[in-house]
């Protein structure tokens, strides 16, 4: 069973930057097709950013398009959002998921996916 671990998330000012982190339990992420969502009280859960196994494709809700990217760290083995202009209405619990699927070029932001990690909370206030 896959578990993933996000980090990097707190409390920032609009226009502020923040780099969130998702890490595995085992296995390697290049084998998953990796997604964030995200969720703020009394809404549903949103996605945001999603990339292939390869890292060759990344597709993102028009909400953050321009300001977040996805992207894969080889080498520490974290799949990375990095969130740049917040503002308030970024201010959520944000959530990395995955399903193993090596090799085809296709993400989705829908939450068709097996494995979800806890969360981290991203608040954006002055």
């Known amino acids: 069973q896959l578990q993933l671990v996000e980090s990097g998330g707190g409390l920032v000012q609009p226009g502020g930057s923040l780099r969130l982190s998702c890490a595995p339990s085992?296995?390697?992420?290049?084998?998953?097709?990796i997604a964030w969502f995200r969720q703020a009280p009394g809404k549903e859960r949103e996605g945001v950013a999603c990339?292939?196994?390869?890292?060759?494709?990344?597709n993102y809700a028009g909400s953050v398009k321009g300001r977040f990217t996805i992207s894969r760290d080889y080498a520490a083995n974290t799949v990375n959002l990095q969130m740049n202009s917040l503002t308030p209405e970024d201010t959520a619990v944000y959530y990395c998921?995955?399903?193993?699927?090596?090799?085809?070029?296709?993400?989705?932001?829908?939450?068709?996916?097996?494995?979800w990690g806890q969360g981290t909370q991203v608040t954006v206030s002055s």
């Open positions: 998921a995955a399903n193993w699927n090596p090799g085809t070029p296709f993400c989705t932001i829908l939450p068709h996916y097996n494995y």
């Open positions: 990339t292939d196994s390869s890292g060759g494709i990344r």
């Open positions: 085992k296995d390697t992420l290049n084998l998953y097709r």
